[in-house]
């Protein structure tokens, strides 16, 4: 049977339209499928730690073309804040961008600016994806908004120290003697800390013999060298920062300290652009168990391409990656929400599961406590002035290459 | 613990410290004459390592001959400074001298980051990962040469000070200024000659620091905390004094940092201004008031 409209229903059903469509008008416009993405990239570009956030802010910024070059293109907008490498900074710019309509949020590389941008973010419902940042912490608390691509403390150490049995096997020699040096600030007490608490766990073959912690703003480590060279220790064991690392090397080249292995359990320094321009062939042989690039994936040939086109003279390194990742799992999840809506994108987020990705480690996929479970580290050795990987030997670059030759012969 | 292991961190605790010392020289001597207290000395100094930093980049000039037309260079900063933005204050009161001068570090700083940006730079030379053997002893080769050249560059300024007309001038300001003006001499002259000699010190410092130490626009606070803790150990306004308060605190920073922690080694430092304000408030070689 059919009904014929009058104009007086249809003057009234439109009104109804009319008014259901006014009523959520403005949860439509933010959330409808093909809607923007507004990413908010929130990282140190000045200050102290100015290097390295404007190492991820590259990697940011180059994620939306390499996307698109994958097929991944979606409609993103990236929106940038400084934190000027201070926590009270980042909390005010992280409320910023939400306020200027950030729909989930990228950052910080420093530990403690992440902690407080996570705060922010899970107040105000707004996803937060963290690319770089290690205190376990961040991850324990319970938040339903906070996401982690980066592996913590002790999945660092516990990496770093499995991989050091490997490279003993791999190259026949085995110290009997470390000597633990680490820089005296919030990352190389919480190294310290983790590296005595699972050291026993992991029958190391090497005893420490002397853990040396120097000030994070030393301008000279020649006691702690001398002191580090007088235990007559077969390997270092380093836990710096860029300025001390290059420190640390040149007083052993100036006091001829030779040990047989200089290897970081996971630390920045000795794969830094800055490092090999300082150090040029001293920076040589030097070995960093570190998570890192695969340079066997085709997604990262494709990142380095476009990196080294837009950055001529840049290293390619761990933070551009890892900021990479952390724009892909935006542009992915909010390609399976269809919305931008805070919990949307947290739920889609939450069931992440890329298999083809950057970062060396298995899928790409969170824990209950937004943590990404599978990211490993690699061993990588200073060869040619860059960063190599030696290890694992399914995605290794070149060979390992110990004991490391004395510094006058070079 | 090797007795050869605590002589070498004795010695090279000693000449790092010699070069300490010539860096808070600079402050001392201003003090000593002008009664001002520099508070953007580290800062000058920063400017004095950069200065050295781009000849070194540019035209590849060792630290060690570009030092002479950098200390020319901050001579005649100083001695602006001084006629133009620092003579208006002297007769104001210290907090007015304070705030002009941390306002002019904090200036300092910024620019330095906006022209250098905020990574660390450094310069490196053929000799500077060279080591001499004296004995059993490894000496670090940079910090023999940069102790030396502190040594003759005060040796040369006390001679100046003591011998020429000038330094005797400088001097008579410094003991009795009303005296200084009565017998006619050029007071504002003479002060800003100082503030220039102070500034021409701290910038020789500065381009022998390239070879000792990295570069960042941050550094210059440091720099001048550690300047004011060695002339108050050593007695503000004595030249002495300055090279004596730098080699101890040289000293114990390697001494406390071999014997007990490395990161406890400013700590020490700082302990013993203590010991010095409370029992020999002038400083060790400083006049009592």
């Known amino acids: 049977m059919t009904r014929k409209l009058t104009r007086r229903q249809f003057a009234a059903g439109t009104a109804a339209s009319a008014a259901l469509l006014a009523g959520s008008a403005p949860f439509n416009i933010v959330r409808a499928q093909g809607a923007k993405l507004k990413i908010g990239s929130i990282h140190p570009r000045s200050g102290f730690q100015a290097q390295l956030g404007i190492a991820c802010q590259r990697g940011i910024d180059i994620a939306p073309r390499v996307l698109k070059m994958m097929g991944m293109g979606a409609d993103i907008e990236i929106m940038s804040a400084d934190t000027e490498s201070n926590v009270d900074v980042a909390r005010s710019r992280a409320e910023k961008l939400i306020n200027d309509g950030a729909n989930v949020l990228i950052g910080a590389f420093d530990s403690g600016q992440s902690a407080a941008i996570a705060q922010v973010a899970e107040q105000k419902g707004v996803p937060y994806i963290i690319n770089v940042a290690a205190a ?38 085995t110290p009997k003697t470390a ?68 420190l640390m090397v040149r007083e052993m080249v100036k006091q001829r300290w030779e040990p047989k292995i200089v290897m970081s359990p996971g630390a920045p320094g000795f794969y830094e652009n800055q490092f090999y321009k300082t150090l040029g062939k001293f920076s040589n042989y030097l070995l960093t168990n570190v998570p890192w690039y695969n340079p066997r994936s085709p997604i990262t040939q494709k990142l380095l391409d476009e990196f080294t086109k837009s950055y001529k003279g840049e290293l390619f390194e761990l933070n ?91 | 613990m090797p007795p050869e292991l605590v002589a070498t961190v004795a010695l090279q605790g000693i000449l790092t410290g010699l070069v ?80 002009l001068l941390a306002a002019v570090a904090i200036v300092m700083v910024n620019g330095l980051l906006m022209i250098f940006g905020p990574d660390a730079r450094n310069v490196l030379v053929d000799y500077s990962l060279d080591s001499i053997e004296i004995g059993p002893l490894l000496v670090d080769k940079v910090r023999v040469i940069t102790a030396g050249m502190a040594i003759l560059i005060t040796a040369a300024l006390f001679a100046f000070f003591r011998l020429s007309h000038t330094g005797k001038a400088i001097r008579a300001c410094a003991d009795n200024h009303l005296g200084a003006l009565v017998i006619g001499l050029n007071v504002k002259h003479l002060y800003a000659l100082t503030f220039g000699i102070g500034s021409a010190i701290v910038g020789a410092a500065g381009a022998m620091m390239t070879l000792l130490i990295d570069t960042t626009p941050n550094i210059g606070p440091v720099f001048t905390l550690q300047a004011f803790v060695i002339v108050i150990v050593g007695g503000l306004g004595s030249m002495p004094g300055a090279l004596l308060g730098g080699v101890l605190i040289g000293l114990s920073e390697a001494m406390s940092g071999l ?3 490395p990161s406890a080694k400013t700590m020490f430092g700082v302990a013993i201004l203590i010991l010095v304000l409370l029992f020999r408030p002038q400083g060790l070689l400083g006049r009592r008031p």
């Open chain 1, 136 to 173: 376990p912490q961040i991850t324990e608390q319970g938040y339903k908004f906070v996401f982690r691509n980066f592996p913590t403390a002790p999945m660092l150490v516990g990496d770093g120290l499995n991989l050091m049995k490997g490279v003993f096997e791999k190259s026949g020699i």
């Open chain 1, 179 to 246: 000597v633990f040096m680490h820089v005296n600030d919030t990352f190389g007490q919480a190294m310290a800390g983790a590296i005595k608490a699972m050291a026993p766990r992991f029958n190391l073959p090497f005893q420490i013999v002397e853990t040396i912690a120097y000030d994070p703003q030393a301008k000279d480590l020649s006691v702690e060298i001398a002191k580090a060279k007088a235990t007559g220790a077969e390997m270092l064991m380093p836990v710096t920062r860029l300025n001390d690392a290059i």
């Open chain 1, 320 to 410: 551009v990656g890892f900021s990479f990742e952390a724009v892909m799992i935006a542009v992915d999840s909010f390609t399976r929400a269809k919305s931008t809506g805070g919990k949307e994108l947290a739920d889609a987020i939450r069931q992440t599961r890329i298999e083809n990705h950057v970062m060396a480690g298995g899928v790409l996929q969170f824990n209950e406590k937004g943590q990404n479970v599978n990211v490993k580290s690699v061993t990588l050795q200073n060869l040619d002035q860059r960063p190599k990987v030696v290890l694992p030997l399914d995605i290794s670059e070149d060979n390992l290459t110990l004991p490391m030759p004395g510094w006058s012969k070079r």
């Open chain 2, 20 to 99: 300490y010392g010539l860096m808070a020289l600079g402050l001392s001597v201003i003090f000593g004459v002008v009664r001002v207290v520099n508070f953007a000395h580290g800062e000058m100094m920063t400017i004095a390592s950069y200065a050295a930093i781009v000849a070194f980049g540019a035209w590849n000039i060792d630290p060690l001959l570009s030092m002479v037309p950098i200390a020319m260079l901050l001579f005649a900063l100083g001695y602006v400074m001084q006629s133009v933005l620092i003579n208006p204050f002297i007769n104001r009161p210290e907090h007015s001298q304070f705030i």
């Open chain 2, 259 to 261: 014997f007990f922690a």
